[in-house]
Every structure is written in structure tokens, then in C-alpha cells.
């Protein structure tokens, strides 16, 4: 694994500094408070009220990364990660809004905007904008460069055609990262990345898929039909948007094992609960040894899964390499999540698979994380490659 000369920032990877424990405590007493009384309906209307969304912005969660000149919180990105597995572990949808607000869509700008745009934008994004990240297309998933989207060099703008799908927060979004190819013959090298307002002419949200799990969380098709850009937004340089698509996607799947691992203790704390109530056999379910254990498995499986994702979160706070470590938590958060949410549904028996209670919505929810931001395959596919072109 990884070894690094690099001063460690903790002691241990769970210990938090005073200002991660204070976002932790916060967004934890925000979800159970405020959240959670709207969990059942917003999956059953497949919504997310607007004063919901409104009061993520009064409790500065998204622009935890933006610095205080444009109204962040000027946080780290760990904090970030802690943040989308405090709301996770109430509300999924919830924890994919912020995530991608936070991971993708401020942090691109951050690292490839120029002064200009990270002004214009992450001011919009802190204060009252939600953000939305287009890569993805019918015909382009796994294979994101083979993407359609055409963009043209119109001299003073530029002009998109295509279509993207899959799209998070694009219902409620203002502002989208859009990438199209700009230069067809130079393949993956023509892929630019450009910053789309929901107004621009051209630009329209499409459809809203009706979706097994993360329901409140907007799933929507983009349609750019001759859709005018001014030519000051490009993100970073034409040509460059391959590198900004993976890269930011590299750091924004360790916020999806943060989503992972709140899910995974929202369905657990659940389940530990229930075990503790119901009687079978003239005793409480969680005095039999075979349910202990079955507890015990899932909490160490948890443990393991947030410490992966803690740890590649706080490798890129300090900027060391983390593409390996980053996929591995995504592909083990993810997979550890569908168990221990499965896990939570059998321990409440005909009750779990019933919609009274709260724990399938945990196990629908976790399905996602299997798909998005690269499939497990995917993952699969990138540790692989480091392993045998790189080092164990
Ligand atoms: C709820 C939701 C939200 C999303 N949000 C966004 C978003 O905000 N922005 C965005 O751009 N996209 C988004 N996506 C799209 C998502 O990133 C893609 O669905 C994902 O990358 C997989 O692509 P695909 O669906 O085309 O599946 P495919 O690529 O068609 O994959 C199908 C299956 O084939 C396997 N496979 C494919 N290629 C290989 C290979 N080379 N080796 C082994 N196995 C392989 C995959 O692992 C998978 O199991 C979202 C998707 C969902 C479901």
C-alpha cells in the first residue's frame, strides 16, 4: 500500500479536528431534525421540497470547499466527505445533492476555473445555486470519451449540439459543467469543458427518470439544441475536458464511499434498534448469538469501508496520490453498503420489506453506488491497472 513521507494530519483517520467535529455534529443534528420527518414522503413523491435545498445554503454545506471571498465555508474536502455521510446515513438523495454540488461541480471550478469564473460561479454556487455535472450520454456511460455532444468554435461563442443523460440536480440546477468534443479528429483530446447557465438559449432539461432508489434526488436528460456559450466559458483549456472529466470524477468517487458508508450506518443503527425491541422465542431477537454476530460482521465491514474513504479523502487534502486508494473505498464502500442494508431488511423481517419502515428505502438507495461515477467494474478496471503498471 501507500507509503508516504508527508507529516500525517491525525494520529488516526478517525480522529477529527475541532472544526470537522463541529460540521459533523451540526449536519448530523440537521439531518435527524429537519430531514428525517421528510424522508418518506420525498421518496414517495420522488422530490426534494426547495426550502430543503434553500436551507443547505443557510447551513453553508454547499460551498464547504469555497473559500470565505466568494461565501464558503473554506473547509477541507475530508470535511466534505464527512458532510455527505452525515446527511447519507438519513437521506441519500440528500447526501448525492451536496456531494456533487461539493465534489464535482465546486471542486472542477476550484481547480481548473480562472479568476473570472471561480468569482462568477462559486459566489452563485455558495449562496443560493445548485450545480450539476454532464458526462454521461445514451450511448456514452462506461465509455464516457466516446461521447456525442458537438461543440463548434463560432468565433466570439461557441455552439453545443447533443444530448447528455443521467444528469443529478438537474431539475433544480443553475448552473451545469457540460463536456461535448470540440475536435472530433483529435478524438478524446477535442473534449472541452463548459460552464452552461440554465438560460442560455438552446439549453433545455429534459425528462426525470423515475428511479428504484435515491428517488428525491433529480435524474434528468439535458437537450443542447444549437445551444450559444460565450466564449469565456470554457472550463480550463479546449481540448482539456478529458482531463478534467477524470480527474474530478477520481476525487468526487470518494464522496460517493461517503454516501456509501451513511447509508450503510443509517440502515445498521436502524437495525440495531429493531433487534433490541422485537421478541421471537420469549426474548429479545438481539440475544440470539446467530444476530449478534450477524451485527458484529456488518460494523466491522462498516469500520473498514470508513476508514478506506477517510483515508483517501485525507490523502487528497494532502496532496498525495490517491487514484487507487479513492476507487478501492468507492468499490468496497459500495459493495459493503448493499450488504449491510440487505442485512438490515432481514433483521426486520416481514416488517423490512414493507414500506412502514425505514430500511428498504436504505437497500434501494444502495444500489447506486454500484453504478455511478464508474461502475464497480470500472473501479475494478483502475486498480488493476495500477497494481500491474505501478506498485501493490
Ligand atoms: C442515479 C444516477 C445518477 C447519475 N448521475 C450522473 C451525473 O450527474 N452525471 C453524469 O455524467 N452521469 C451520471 N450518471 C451516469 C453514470 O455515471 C453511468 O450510468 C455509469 O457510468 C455507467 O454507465 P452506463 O449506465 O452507460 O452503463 P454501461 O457503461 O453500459 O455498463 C453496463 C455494464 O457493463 C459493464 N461494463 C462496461 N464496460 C465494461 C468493461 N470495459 N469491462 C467490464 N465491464 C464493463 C459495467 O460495469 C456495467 O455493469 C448517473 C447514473 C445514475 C443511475
Not at 461539493?102 to 445548485?130: F, P
Not at 476507487?327 to 431488511?345: D, G, R
Request: hydrophobic share 40%.
Amino acid at each position: 500500500m501507500t507509503t508516504t513521507t508527508a507529516e500525517p494530519t491525525a494520529t488516526a483517520l478517525t480522529l477529527l479536528s475541532e472544526e470537522e467535529q463541529m460540521f459533523q455534529q451540526t449536519v448530523r443534528d440537521f439531518a435527524v431534525e429537519k430531514i428525517r420527518p421528510l424522508v418518506h414522503q420525498m421518496d414517495h413523491d420522488a422530490k426534494m421540497p426547495r426550502e430543503l435545498i434553500d436551507s443547505f445554503f443557510d447551513l453553508g454545506i454547499m460551498g464547504i470547499e469555497v473559500p470565505e471571498q466568494w461565501g464558503g465555508a473554506g473547509a477541507s474536502f475530508f470535511t466534505a466527505a464527512l458532510i455527505v455521510e452525515e446527511l447519507s446515513h438519513v437521506d441519500a438523495s440528500c447526501g448525492v445533492l451536496v456531494d456533487v454540488q461539493n465534489t464535482l461541480v465546486n471542486n472542477a471550478l476550484l481547480r481548473w476555473g480562472n479568476e473570472d469564473q471561480k468569482s462568477k460561479y462559486l459566489s452563485m454556487l455558495a449562496k443560493d445555486t445548485v450545480g450539476a455535472y454532464a458526462l454521461s450520454e445514451a450511448g456514452s456511460g462506461s465509455d464516457a470519451f466516446a461521447l456525442a455532444c458537438r461543440a463548434e468554435d463560432k468565433g466570439d461563442h461557441w455552439v453545443l449540439n447533443g444530448q447528455k443523460l443521467w444528469i443529478t440536480n438537474a431539475f433544480e440546477a443553475g448552473v451545469f459543467i457540460v463536456f461535448a468534443n470540440a475536435n472530433l479528429d483529435a478524438g478524446y483530446k477535442g473534449i472541452t469543458a463548459f460552464l452552461i447557465e440554465r438560460d442560455f438559449p438552446g439549453f433545455t432539461v429534459g425528462k426525470k427518470e423515475d428511479k428504484l432508489g435515491i428517488r428525491a434526488s433529480s435524474t434528468c436528460e439535458l437537450i443542447l439544441e444549437d445551444c450559444r456559450v460565450p466564449k469565456e466559458n470554457v472550463l480550463g483549456e479546449p481540448g482539456k475536458g478529458y482531463k478534467i472529466a477524470i480527474e474530478t470524477l477520481n476525487e468526487g468517487r470518494i464522496g460517493i464511499g461517503a454516501q456509501m458508508i451513511g447509508v450503510a450506518r443509517g440502515a445498521l443503527e436502524h437495525a440495531i434498534s429493531y433487534v433490541k425491541e422485537r421478541k421471537q422465542f420469549g426474548t429479545r431477537i438481539s440475544e440470539f448469538q446467530g444476530v449478534q454476530f450477524q451485527i458484529a460482521d456488518a460494523a466491522t465491514e462498516l469500520e473498514a469501508a470508513r476508514l478506506m474513504v477517510y483515508n483517501a479523502a485525507r490523502l487528497k487534502d494532502a496532496k498525495q496520490p490517491f487514484l487507487r486508494e479513492a476507487a478501492m473505498a468507492k468499490l468496497f464502500s459500495s459493495n459493503a453498503c448493499e450488504k449491510i442494508t440487505s442485512l438490515a431488511v432481514q433483521l426486520f423481517g416481514g416488517n423490512g420489506y414493507t414500506k412502514e419502515y425505514p430500511v428498504e428505502k436504505y437497500w434501494r438507495d444502495s444500489k447506486v453506488g454500484q453504478i455511478y461515477e464508474g461502475t464497480s467494474n470500472m473501479q475494478l478496471a483502475t486498480i488493476a491497472k495500477t497494481i500491474l503498471t505501478d506498485r501493490l
